[in-house]
Each structure stands twice: as structure tokens, then as C-alpha cells.
């Protein structure tokens, strides 16, 4: 049912350090029906021995309740403005208040029947660990059915019975007196489900106790009628006197027209409450525009059964460290962040997520032979690191990065050998939605799939591949998830076309694919992983020089930092002659050329900032043209395929254009040139008077290099 967070079920004590306690008390829980109609399971779950047809079962039961029911269907309109990713602030909390009322309400009615359902096939030999899997609470509320089982009726029977029970209960009027009530207002909604005969958890008891008197040919033909009939045999039942009304959802699917109207009766007082800010409407307005697309739950929920990994590892968090430290891990799972806002990369346990901007790579470099890290890079970091890369590491990309190459937004990765893992979207969006409009490239022919089947029960991985065989897109989930996705993908007649194998050798294209894809594997089960798995050693060991190399060159650069500064205090021709005498040095030092291409293409930047500051105070020609070399080095230094490249070009034509202007050798043509230069160069809330004044990213100050204790 919706919730704030997946719905949390018993599993085992994890194994508690000091630094990993509060991660893993709320990541190995993982096992719900969340927010869009996604069955969550963390993998560790399964590993630890729950069964996956069991939680599949149990949330499936869920999702019915939820769309057969007024109060699901009011829960599922709530759920998309109530918790993430919606923007917080007043409409938010108004949802999320609203919600929780609902949930507070009719919380044991959706359990008890969702964990006395699947529990009617086990026998009483299992009885007692079916029973440990769960809450105590919820087989408390799970008791109120229990004298179903000991009624002479067919197994369909006993399960219809138990869900037309939970359809009553949670079948109150709640559509119907939305607005009468003004139950969008959090007060008067809490006030309307405290009363008994508008509360399922009140409802379901009553109701359960009442049917249970009824002879077993009464329930016979109960079962047969569907909720209709139940109700009708029920129609005498009260609650402290009051008979019980029954809300109504059209007997079809529900159709575009009906889902507009429901969204226009509960999200309508909301857009008309003035109580809320304008701007918080208005967002909702735009939300809701196209209900079809917002609703969550209009799917089938077993093709969307997302098995992700929750806990965390241990080991060292860097930023942009040397990168002839990263080599020699036979695992590398990658994030690169191709969009234009700031994305989480690492996430420390218990702090807050380091942040990628635009461009930039987190990376976890993961190996059971060595200790384990993590790390940011920028991209200047990132090509060396792939440039020197072995050809026998996996590179695993991280969904939110890398949906079958599409997304990537980086060349150098996308023509890297790699396995793209599945872990926050759902099958039915990410390989009947988006895959088919993105594709894995059909102009190289059909996508091969095979669906792998897991040690652990219930669990397949369904993978696909281009021709050309990468990426390979994992997706672990349910096996039966699997199937039913591989089949649609088959059957459908769009652009791209799926060819569908069963034997592997049919699907892996090399010993490379096959590797990686095993190491992926072993390392989302957490299995042990066979030597064969492990990297070849170099022909050549890697000697870590560039660590030494920067340390070496720190005297150097804060040589500078104090001559800048010092400049700044008192800007003369002397302080002036003392920093560029600093600055040259960093570039003449004898282990500059060892550092990492990173900080050999910063420090000219910011070498290039300092001299900078000396044309802007004392209009020294000569520095001038001593900028414009070291941004020419600078230039030629950057990879054709870098994105810095464009804006250093830029600034480099600017810093040229100005050269020649000060020694009257510019055209009129070019200082036009230099005018539309320095427009596309520079936002135009910050445009300044002159184009060498806005040039002020050259005077980026050298970045630290931060490092943690846990990934």
C-alpha cells in the first residue's frame, strides 16, 4: 500500500559496525509496494532466505486492494504529490498529511489480507516460518480470517472471500463525500476516518465476524457474486448502529474519462484552495495536466517488480585522485552525470550525498581481493583514467546514467565495453516504454534477450544485447516478471525488433561479455566470486607515481597562493614580478609533468588567472601575450572529445582578439568577431563592460582533494 517508504518486513539482524548500523536497520527492510505501483525488494531479502514468490504475493495483494477499492484509488491520486521526488513545501505537506490519514485508517485491513492470502497454501509443516516472516501485528489482523481456513470450501473460494472482505472494508464513501465534507482540508479528512462506520480498520473485524456466521453455502455463492453479493448478504451488519456504505467504482477498467473525474474531484479543491500558495497550485495544475500520465498504478504491478541493492560498503572516498591508483580492480560500477543539474553521486553513510555536477563521474571500484573505494572525478580525470583502462575491467553503469547507451552523454564511455544494471526503473517503463522509443540501436540489427535464471528462488535476470554486444542491459527482478516482459517485447511490432534465445551461447558474443556479466552478477547476490573472475596481472606493474608527483609540486603551487594573495593586498609592479615568478614556477617544476592530466590542465588554468591579474591591474601587454600561450598550451592539452574543450577555445580566441587589439593589429571584422565571442561566452545576467573582466573562470582557484572513510 502507498507509503512514505517501502513497507518494512522482518528479516535477520544484520551484522552492525558503528558506521554501518543506521544504513542497514533501514536498507535490508526493503520489501513493499512503493509510490507508481513498483513492488521494491532489496536483493539482500532474498539472499537471506525470504522467498520472493512470497513478497511478490503479499504486495500483489496490495495492488489490488489499492485499484478495486475508492480508497485505493484515493490513495494512489494522493500518493504522487505526498513524497518524492515532488517539490516540498504547503501542498506537499497538505498531501502527505492527507495520505497518512488515509493509511492510518485502513493500514491492518490491507495487511490482514495480504498476509493471510499467501499463507493459505502453506502447509502446517511451514506454518510456523511463514509465520516468523511477518509482524506480529500483522497476523494479529491476519486472524480476523482465520476460520476460513477451517470451512469446507474450495481454495479460489476461500481467497475470494478474503479479498471481497478487504474490498468492503476499505470501500467507504470516500469519493462520494470528498468535497460535501471538504475532506481535502487534513483536520476534517482525520475527523471523517476516526468515525467507525468511515474507518476499514473498523469495518474489516465487524465485517469478518458477520460472514463467519453464515453457513458454507451462503459463502459458496458469496464467493461466486464477487463483493456485490457479499455486501448484499452483509446488508444487515452495523456499526455502532449506523449501517455501512458502500463507495462505488465503475465495474470496467476505468477508463481515461473516469480517471479525469476522479482527479478532478480530489486534486480539484486543492487548485481552489487559497489557503495554499499560488505557486504550489499551479505546479499541481501542471502535474495533473494529463492524468493518464501522472496516475501511478495503471500498469501491471508484476512488471514492475524492481530488485535493487540497499546496503552500503565500506572503504575510501576521493575527489579527483591520482588515476594511476584505480587500476587493478576487476569491477568498476560507474555514474556519469549527463544532465544539467546537480545529481547525488556517492553517498557517505549517515551524511549528506557528495554531489556530480554536469560532466562529472562518480565511480565504486569493487573487487573481494583488495579493499574497496570510491571515488568523484572530473572529466579531465575521467579520459586518463579510461585512457589506461585494461581492457579486463567491467565497467557497470549505474541506470540513472546509462540506459542501453542512450543516456550515457559522454563518447568515451559509450565506446567502452560495458553492462548497463537495472536498478530504479521499472521493467514495464524502462523495456516497454522507454526501450522500444530509445532502442539499443536498431540500425544494427534485431536486440538479442535471454532470460537467466538466478540460484536464488524466484529470480531471473532478463538481458538484452545490440549486435554489436554492448551494452548488455541487466535487469534483475522476478522470474516471472522476466517471462512476461521477454514475451511482450517479442510479440510487439514497433521499429525495433527482439529476438528472443535460450541457449548462451546463442547471447554471449565473447569470454569478455560472459565475465563481465558474472562478475556483475556474483556482486549483486554477494556471492563469493571464483578466481577465474579475478583480473590478469599486468605484464607491467603499475607504479603509483602521481600521488608523489602532486605532493612534490604542493610547494610549488602554494608558492603561488601566497604570492597571489599578496598581490591582491597591494597590487604593484614588485608584488606583480614576485607572483609571476611563482606562478612560472609551478609549470617549470621538474614533477609537473607527472601529475595527473587533471591537475596539469588546471594549474594552467589557474597559472593563466594569476598572470590574468596583472593585465586587468597594471594593463601589461607582454602578460598579456604570456596568457594567451599558456591557454594555447592549455588548448592543445585538452582531448578533442573533452567538454571543456569548446569553452577553453573560446576563451582562448577572446584572449587572442584582445592581444590584438591592444597592439593595433585587429581588424574591424575581428573585433566584431570578439564582441559575439564574448556574448556566447558569458550569461547575460553577468556581462561585464569588458571581455577580458568576464573571462573570470581563469582565476578558478586549485581544487582540493578531499578524501573520506566510507562508500
Not at 410 to 427: E, G, S, W
Request: charged letters at 25%; one cysteine or more.
Amino acid at each position: 500500500m502507498p507509503r512514505t517508504s517501502p513497507s518494512r518486513r522482518p528479516s535477520r539482524p544484520p551484522v552492525r559496525t558503528a558506521s554501518t548500523a543506521r544504513v542497514l536497520d533501514f536498507s535490508r527492510d526493503w520489501a513493499g509496494l512503493c509510490r507508481g505501483g513498483r513492488i521494491l525488494v532489496s536483493i539482500d531479502r532474498i539472499t537471506d532466505g525470504d522467498p520472493l514468490t512470497e513478497i511478490l504475493a503479499h504486495e500483489s495483494v496490495h495492488d489490488v486492494l489499492l485499484r478495486t477499492t475508492p480508497l485505493g484509488w484515493t490513495q494512489l491520486v494522493l500518493s504522487p504529490s505526498a513524497m518524492d521526488p515532488y517539490e516540498p513545501g504547503a501542498l506537499r505537506d497538505r498531501c502527505a498529511r492527507l495520505l497518512a490519514a488515509t493509511v492510518q485508517a485502513s493500514r491492518f485491513t490491507q495487511e490482514a489480507v495480504a498476509t493471510f492470502l499467501p499463507g493459505l497454501d502453506v502447509g502446517p509443516a511451514g506454518m510456523e516460518a511463514y509465520r516468523a516472516r511477518h509482524p506480529q501485528a500483522y497476523l494479529d489482523a491476519a486472524d480476523a480470517l482465520e476460520w476460513l481456513r477451517t470451512r469446507d470450501l474450495p481454495p479460489e473460494a476461500r481467497e475470494r472471500l478474503a479479498l471481497d472482505l478487504g474490498t468492503l472494508a476499505l470501500a467507504v464513501p470516500v469519493l462520494e463525500e470528498w468535497q460535501p465534507q471538504r475532506l481535502h482540508r487534513p483536520k476534517r479528512a482525520e475527523q471523517w476516518f476516526r468515525v467507525p462506520r468511515n474507518r476499514p480498520d473498523r469495518r474489516f473485524p465487524v465485517l469478518c465476524r458477520a460472514l463467519k456466521e453464515l453457513p458454507d453455502e451462503h459463502l459458496l455463492r458469496a464467493a461466486r457474486g464477487g463483493p456485490d453479493e457479499t455486501a448484499r448478504l452483509l446488508a444487515h451488519v452495523r456499526i455502532d448502529g449506523e449501517p455501512l456504505a458502500h463507495g462505488r467504482l465503475p465495474a470496467d477498467s476505468p477508463t481515461p474519462e473516469w480517471l479525469d473525474g476522479l482527479v478532478e474531484n480530489v486534486i480539484g479543491p486543492l487548485l481552489a484552495d487559497t489557503t495554499l500558495p499560488q505557486d504550489d497550485r499551479d505546479l499541481l495544475a501542471g502535474v495533473w495536466a494529463v492524468p493518464a500520465l501522472t496516475m501511478p498504478g495503471l500498469h501491471p504491478a508484476l512488471l514492475s517488480v524492481v530488485l535493487t541493492q540497499t546496503t552500503s560498503t565500506n572503504g575510501r572516498i576521493d575527489l579527483d585522485p591520482p588515476t594511476d591508483e584505480l587500476h587493478g580492480y576487476p569491477l568498476v560500477e560507474v555514474l556519469h552525470n549527463a544532465l544539467p543539474v546537480r545529481v547525488p553521486g556517492v553517498e557517505p553513510v549517515g551524511r549528506e550525498p557528495m554531489w556530480l555536477d554536469e560532466g562529472d563521474t562518480a565511480l565504486w571500484f569493487i573487487s573481494p581481493w583488495q579493499d574497496q573505494r570510491a571515488c568523484h572525478l572530473s572529466p579531465a580525470w575521467l579520459h586518463e583514467w579510461l585512457a589506461e583502462l585494461d581492457d579486463d575491467t567491467t565497467l557497470c553503469m549505474r541506470d540513472g546514467g546509462d540506459l542501453a547507451g542512450v543516456l550515457l552523454g559522454d563518447r568515451r564511455l559509450a565506446a567502452r565495453r560495458r553492462v548497463v544494471l537495472l536498478q530504479h526503473r521499472t521493467p514495464h517503463r524502462a523495456l516497454l516504454v522507454e526501450l522500444p522509443v530509445l532502442g539499443l540501436d536498431e540500425e544494427r540489427g534485431p536486440v538479442t534477450m535471454m532470460v537467466a535464471h538466478s540460484e536464488l528462488d524466484g529470480v531471473a535476470y532478463l538481458m538484452l544485447r545490440p549486435e554489436s554486444s554492448s551494452p548488455v542491459l541487466i535487469v534483475p527482478t522476478a522470474r516471472v516478471t522476466a517471462e512476461r516482459a521477454a514475451r511482450a517485447l517479442v510479440e510487439r511490432r514497433d521499429q525495433v525488433r527482439f529476438r528472443l534465445v535460450t541457449d548462451p551461447e546463442d547471447f554471449y558474443t565473447s569470454h569478455g561479455m560472459l565475465r563481465d556479466v558474472m562478475r556483475v552478477l556474483h556482486n549483486f547476490e554477494a556471492k563469493p566470486w571464483p578466481d577465474t573472475l579475478r583480473p590478469a596481472p599486468p605484464a607491467t606493474p603499475r607504479e603509483p607515481a602521481r600521488r608523489r608527483a602532486e605532493a612534490d609540486l604542493d610547494p610549488f603551487v602554494a608558492r603561488m597562493e601566497r604570492a597571489q594573495k599578496a598581490f591582491a593586498r597591494s597590487p604593484t609592479a614588485e608584488r606583480f614580478a614576485e607572483l609571476s615568478a611563482a606562478a612560472e614556477g609551478v609549470l617549470a617544476a621538474p614533477s609537473f609533468p607527472h601529475v595527473s592530466l587533471g591537475w596539469r590542465i588546471r594549474l594552467r588554468q589557474d597559472v593563466a588567472g594569476a598572470l590574468y591579474g596583472g593585465v586587468v591591474t597594471l594593463h601589461d601587454h607582454d602578460v598579456l601575450r604570456r596568457v594567451v600561450e599558456i591557454q594555447s598550451e592549455l588548448v592543445a592539452l585538452l582531448p578533442e572529445d573533452s567538454p571543456e574543450r569548446p569553452a577553453q577555445q573560446r576563451t582562448l580566441a577572446i584572449l587572442s582578439l584582445c592581444l590584438r587589439r591592444v597592439t593595433g593589429a585587429a581588424a574591424p571584422e575581428e573585433l566584431l568577431l570578439e564582441a559575439l565571442l564574448t556574448a556566447s561566452a558569458t550569461e547575460a545576467h553577468t556581462r561585464r563592460p569588458s571581455a577580458l573582466a568576464d573571462l573570470r573562470h581563469l582565476r578558478r582557484p586549485p581544487g582540493p582533494r578531499p578524501s573520506g572513510d566510507t562508500a
